[in-house]
């Protein structure tokens, strides 16, 4: 059975309280008229009508139509389930999309303020993406998504979290335990990508800006952060990192 989340809740209680309502106003009939005894005098009086087969009947019936509703309310919420983690993935790159990455950070900054151990957040940007667009066209583009997808994949330890965020952006949430500096953590991803995409054609570089998650910072805040420091690389010059850490630029 589906997850219990997948059920709305309200509903199911408004419609088992009218069910045990109903069926309270038919117990007091039957004890007040006392129908089983009257059917059963009934059904003797008219045997022709081979009655006595007809109220097991109905008894079968009522238990295979609770059956078939029970195995159609959890085909439904196999399907909502399905559809869900389809609403949470990027269908080109195949990873976890930015509506997945919004509801993670939330995650990531409750459990930060529990436990006070801080991350780290990442955005890598791939430098001058609309000249492959524009000189290749959206296929080859989609062929570099996927290509520095799977690049960034293979960096990202078990314990961080990978996103397509926007189009030429990705996003990457890691506990700062994970990495020996975050720096030399955002040069590695940097050497992953650097001039080792569509080298034959077009030499791509990215640019990546990171944020460290302090103590009462919402999802909100850091994203602002991580954002308005990769905004400052764009402006002054790109294949470069920025913290939020230092207010200076270091270049490969």
Request: glycine fraction near 4%.
């Amino acid at each position: 059975m589906p997850h219990k989340k997948y059920i709305h809740q309200p509903t199911v209680i408004n419609d088992l309280a009218i069910l045990i309502g109903v069926n309270l106003i038919f117990l007091i009939m039957f004890i007040q008229f006392d129908i089983l005894e009257w059917a059963y005098h009934f059904s003797r009086q008219h045997e022709g009508l081979e009655l006595d087969e007809w109220i097991p009947l109905g008894l079968t019936v009522a238990l295979s139509l609770l059956v078939f509703s029970y195995r159609r309310i959890k085909e439904l919420g196999e399907m909502a389930q399905k559809l869900e983690q389809m609403s949470l993935l990027d269908l080109l790159s195949g990873l976890a999309n930015r509506r997945a990455g919004q509801i993670s950070l939330l995650s990531w900054c409750e459990r930060a303020e529990q436990s006070q151990q801080a991350f780290i957040v990442y955005q890598i940007n791939i430098d001058k993406f609309s000249k492959v667009n524009e000189l290749y066209g959206q296929l080859i583009g989609d062929e570099v998504i996927k290509n520095v997808g799977q690049r960034l994949k293979a960096k990202v330890p078990a314990a961080a979290q990978l996103f397509r965020w926007l189009d030429d952006n990705f996003i990457i949430v890691i506990p700062l335990n994970e990495v020996d500096t975050p720096n030399n953590f955002a040069y590695k991803i940097q050497q992953s990508i650097n001039n080792k995409v569509m080298q034959s054609t077009l030499s791509l570089s990215c640019s990546i800006a990171y944020a460290v998650w302090q103590k009462g910072q919402t999802a909100n805040d850091i994203l602002y952060e991580v954002e308005d420091a990769l905004m400052d690389i764009k402006h002054r010059n790109k294949q470069r990192v920025k913290s939020n850490l230092k207010d200076a630029l270091t270049a490969l």
